[in-house]
């Protein structure tokens, strides 16, 4: 009060100073809170390194930039926290800590606040440097960098930009330290609740206790969208972990009921951890059914573990979610282990006895044949048989044929055949999903495999020197042709690929205009006019240019 009084405050000043005194202005900005919370922060966020860009509401401007201050002084406390675990870690948790140290280290955070007159005056009664912030705001297109999900621009500090009209996708994490209410506070959380590739929906941490707010613009929101009947979506933070712990002990029981112990696996070290961490993986993959369910699990851990803090759960329990986590992202990785590489290397070896190079009909190039006749499949059977993690390998091949294929089909359209026999395979095995069917399944994807092998090489036996002349020929062949067409389309094939070439390279990121795009369309019209077979009628030449440019189009539309 003396210093109130001291001042001799004019009404007007005295009525402003009520107003924030009101507002527990200085409350909320004294220098031990926003410490505190800026210490909690760095601790939340360092923990929640692998899931996006986090944005901090301040109070006001002058708060903004103090709170980033007081997060750079925790972040390196944190930085050199994590060298020190560096040096008494095991080798799979140093590699984890390895990753979060870049992470840290890489990480840029900036202050966004709208110019004011004199602000550099305002921030200097505070012991504040508003140049260095503004310099970087007016330099640099901070929106772009941080609506990239590649950048490290990863943290933003703000009090009244970029909360509504500012759609970021990875944005993952909004922490709250400003009283927000109805519209502004729907708008703000909005911001991370935008759903993108691998983010289902985004986390709010309140600092300034938001929820009644938030529980009333919910009412008013779905009392206009449904009568107000939803139920209340704020959950307490006991609810929270109390359910943490029920999805650990639902998950182990899973994992027992298949024959694994989660303990074992927690409590295991080094190889013996890998080891186990793969008997696990394998035993979730038995049948699409078991996969998923355990997924669902892991998923929902993951998802509740991003809202609790890191004092929250009990190491013991930790341990226990992060073994879980491993267990799911074993199921997501490719692997590339020696007992599965063992066995390709083996299998490879028995299918290479049966290649054998012969000469093209009219002896122009050599061709790579399979002769899948004579290939020991008993042989095979009883390789795969022998392996201890069936489940994991029957993955691995169908992953690596799934990836292959979807770089064919990319390449040539009229390879889908190819994948419909991949997704037939495929469906009849989820569809039985026993002991006796994964060998047939199997043996069908090593013959899917090896038939992909011959058609990979088929542009050098079709006398082509790319597949992208392949598909070319492939896109404009059509049934009931002479060889003399067929030659004649080779032909055609190869130049109108050097032409749309040609004419692309000369034109400025071509599917960008209309007049450009035309003229591509018209080239491969002229071209298909003049050199195709006489044989295609008018009907014939109008679909296939079509379907040639639609095929252009997708394939080189980033060509500049």
């Given amino acids: 009060m003396d210093a109130i009084e001291a001042a001799d405050l004019d009404p007007s000043q005295q009525e402003k100073l009520e107003r924030e005194f009101a507002k527990e202005i200085h409350v909320l900005t004294a220098e031990k809170r926003l410490k505190s919370i800026a210490k909690d922060f760095v601790g939340h966020y360092s923990d929640l390194w692998t899931s996006g860009k986090a944005m901090f509401v301040c109070l006001n401007k002058v708060t903004c930039v103090r709170m980033y201050n007081y997060v750079q002084e925790y972040w390196q406390d944190e930085i050199e926290v994590v060298r020190a675990k560096l040096k008494t870690a095991t080798q799979q948790e140093a590699q984890e800590l390895e990753r979060k140290l870049r992470w840290m280290e890489e ?13 550099i005056q305002t921030f200097k009664k505070w012991g504040l440097d508003i140049l260095p912030h503004r310099e970087k705001m007016e330099k640099r297109e901070l929106d772009k960098e941080f609506k990239d999900s590649s950048s490290n621009l990863r943290v933003v500090f703000v009090c009244a930009m970029w909360l509504t009209g500012f759609d970021v996708k990875c944005l993952s994490c909004l922490y709250l330290d400003k009283p927000l209410k109805a519209h502004t506070l729907m708008q703000t959380i909005a ?8 983010k289902s929906n985004g986390l ?14 919910l009412a008013d929101y779905t009392a206009n969208v449904d009568g107000g009947n939803r139920a209340d979506p704020t959950v307490d933070k006991a609810e929270l972990i109390a359910r943490i712990y029920e999805v650990i002990g639902a998950a182990s029981d899973y994992l027992a009921q298949h024959d694994f112990s989660l303990k074992a696996l927690v409590e295991a070290t080094d190889f013996k951890k890998l080891s186990l961490l793969q008997d696990a993986a394998n035993a979730m993959c038995e049948t699409l059914e078991i996969k998923k369910t355990f997924q669902t699990y892991a998923m929902e851990l993951n998802r509740l573990m991003k809202y609790a803090d890191r004092d929250d759960v009990d190491p013991a329990t930790r341990a226990y979610k992060n073994a879980i986590i491993a267990i799911y992202d074993e199921l997501q990785k490719k692997r590339k282990h020696a007992d599965n590489t063992d066995l390709m290397v083996q299998i490879n070896g028995i299918v290479n006895e049966y290649i054998h190079i012969e000469g093209q009909g009219d002896g122009l190039v050599p061709s790579r044949q399979f002769d899948i006749s004579k290939i020991d499949f008993d042989l095979l059977r009883r390789e795969f048989a022998r392996a201890k993690k069936k489940n994991l390998v029957m993955k691995d091949l169908e992953d690596l044929i799934a990836s292959r294929l979807e770089r064919m089909v990319a390449a040539n359209p009229m390879r889908i055949n190819y994948y419909e026999r991949y997704q037939t395979i495929i469906d009849n095995y989820n569809a039985e999903q026993d002991a006796a069917t994964i060998e047939k399944t199997f043996m069908d994807l090593m013959d899917l495999a090896s038939d992909l092998d011959s058609e990979e090489q088929r542009y050098v036996r079709e006398g082509f020197t790319s597949e992208e002349e392949l598909s070319l020929y492939d896109l404009l062949f ?20 050097a032409k749309i070439k040609a004419k692309i390279a000369e034109l400025d990121h071509w599917t960008d205009k209309q007049e450009t795009k035309a003229a591509v369309d018209n080239l491969i019209r002229d071209v298909l006019w003049k050199e195709l077979p006489t044989s295609y009628d008018e009907i014939q030449v109008s679909e296939f240019r079509s379907r040639i440019y639609e095929y252009v189009y997708t394939r080189y539309k980033e060509v500049a």
Wanted: avoid cysteine.
């Fill in 191 to 198: 911001r991370a609740n935008r759903v993108s590739e691998g």
């Fill in 478 to 497: 059509r049934d009931n042709l002479s060889k003399q067409d067929i030659k004649k389309l080779k032909e055609v094939a190869v130049d109108l690929l």
């Fill in 107 to 119: 990480t840029e955070m900036a202050v966004v606040i709208s110019q004011e007159q004199n602000e």
């Fill in 204 to 217: 709010i941490v309140d600092y300034v206790g938001i929820v009644k707010a938030l529980r009333k613009a």
